[in-house]
Nanobody
C-alpha cells in the first residue's frame, strides 16, 4: 500500500509559479513510477508529467513542456511538480499517482495509488 498526499496548491495569477509536493508513505518509494495528472471541471483527468523510478527519465505533456518540471527525492519519499509561467488553462485539481510499472505512463488507469488532489487556480 502507498498513501499519497499532495500539497502546495493555491490561487495565483497568470505568470506566477507554484511548487506542488507529493508525500508518499512507503519504504520502497524508489520502486514506484510517479505521475502527475490534473482534472479541470467538466473534463477528463489528463496526464501532466511522469518520472521513472530513479528519476533519470521524465516525460511531459506538450501543454506543459518547458514550463513544468517533475522531480523526486527517493531518500525523503517525495515527488515534486515545479510549475512556472502558469496560465489560466492550468487551473485544475492536481493529483500525484504511483504504480510499480504502468504499462502506459500517460494513462491514469495504469496507476494503482492516488492522492486526494490539490487545487490550483490561475487567474488572468
Amino acid at each position: 500500500q502507498v498513501h499519497l498526499v499532495e500539497s502546495g496548491g493555491g490561487l495565483v495569477q497568470a505568470g506566477d509559479s507554484l511548487r506542488l509536493a507529493c508525500a508518499a508513505s512507503t519504504r520502497s518509494f524508489s520502486n514506484y513510477v510517479i505521475g502527475w495528472f490534473r482534472q479541470a471541471p467538466g473534463k477528463e483527468r489528463e496526464f501532466v508529467a511522469v518520472i521513472m523510478w530513479s528519476g533519470g527519465t521524465t516525460h511531459y505533456a506538450d501543454s506543459v513542456k518547458g514550463r513544468f518540471t517533475i522531480s523526486r527525492d527517493n531518500a525523503e519519499n517525495m515527488a515534486y511538480l515545479q510549475m512556472n509561467s502558469l496560465k489560466p488553462e492550468d487551473t485544475a485539481v492536481y493529483y500525484c499517482a504511483a504504480d510499480p510499472s504502468p504499462l502506459s505512463n500517460g494513462d491514469p488507469d495504469e496507476y494503482t495509488y492516488w492522492g486526494q488532489g490539490t487545487q490550483v487556480t490561475v487567474s488572468s
